[in-house]
C-alpha cells in the first residue's frame, strides 16, 4: 500500500505556475483524502522558465525521490517535450543505476522518455497518469475510470487486469478556475479493436507516445535530441524489443496523419515491428484521425500477422487506465482484457 507520493516535474514545470493553482489544490485535496503523504519534489513547483532551464535540477530530485527510503510512489506532474536532456545527469556516471531502488513510478506523454530511462536499469514502471491530467481533473471527481486503476495502484502496487472504458470524453479546452466542477461530454467506447493478427499475445508492454519517441529520430524539435538520445542508448536496440508488445499513443498535439507515417516509419526501420509480439494502440484525442492513424499503422507495419490491438483508453485520450511496463501481460482480443502477472 501507498503511504507517500513524491511529486516530479521532469519535463514541463507547469505545476508551479500560478494559473494552475487551482488545479493543484484540487489534486492535493483529492490525495491527501487518500491518507497519502504528499510531498514535492524541491524544484517541482519552480515554474516553467526554471525548469526548463535546469534539466541538472530535474535529474538531482528524480535521484533524491529514489533515494528517500519514505517515498513509495513517484508520480510525475505533467509532461512535456524536453525530458531527454535528464540522460548526461542520470547516465554520465551510472547516477539513475546507482540510485534507483524499488519505487511506483507513474507518468505518461514525454515521460516516455523517463520510462526508456529506468528500463535501462532494470526498473518496472507504469504508464498512463500523471498528477496534473487525472488527479487534477476539474470535473466533480476524477474520472470514475481513470480512478479505477489509480486506486487500484494506490492499494495493491500492481494492476492486474486492464478492460475497456464503457465512455470516452471530449477533450478539455478550458483549464480555467471557472471550469471547476464542469463535466465534458462523453460518448459510447466501442471496446478494444483488433486491427490485424491473432486476438491472443504475449509479452512485457514498452512504448508510449510516439510523438516523444519520434524525438529520439528526428531533429525537428530540437536540435540535439537524437544525438544525445543515441550518445546514452535512450531506445533500445532492436533485440531488446525481442518478445515485447510496444504500446503507441499520439500527444495532445494531434499530428496529422502525414507526420505519423513518418514517426511509424522510423520505428520500423529500427526493427521494431520485426521483433514484438503485438502492438497496441491507444485512443488518440477526440478520436481524430483514428481511422487514418489504423490505416497508416497497417500499411507501414507491412505484416499481417503481427497483432495489432487498438482503441485502448490509454494516453493523451480520457479517461485513461494504467499499463505496467516490464512485466509479463497477455492480450485477449476477444476477452477484451489485459492481465498481467508478476509486478
Known sequence: MVKTVEIVSLSAGTLGEEFVKHELDIGLERLRAYGLNVKFAPHALAGRAYIAAHPEARAADLLAAFRDPAVDMILCAIGGDDTYR??????????LKNAVSRKIFLGFSDTTANHLMLHKVGLPTFYGQSFLADVCELGREMLPYTRQYFEELLRTGTIRRVTPSAVWY?????????????DMPAHKNGGFRLLQGAPRFAGPILGGCIDTLFDLFDNTRYADSVKTCRRYGLFPPAADWRGRILLLETSEEQPAPEKFRRMVAALKAAGVFAAVSGVLVGKPMDE????????ILREVIDDPALPVLANLNIGHATPRCILPFGVPAAVDAEAQTITFAGN
Open 288 to 295: 481524430k484521425y483514428q481511422a487514418e492513424y489504423h490505416a
Open 86 to 95: 535528464l540522460l548526461p545527469y542520470l547516465f554520465g556516471h551510472d547516477e
Open 170 to 182: 471530449d477533450g478539455r479546452s478550458d483549464f480555467s478556475p471557472a471550469a471547476v466542477g464542469t
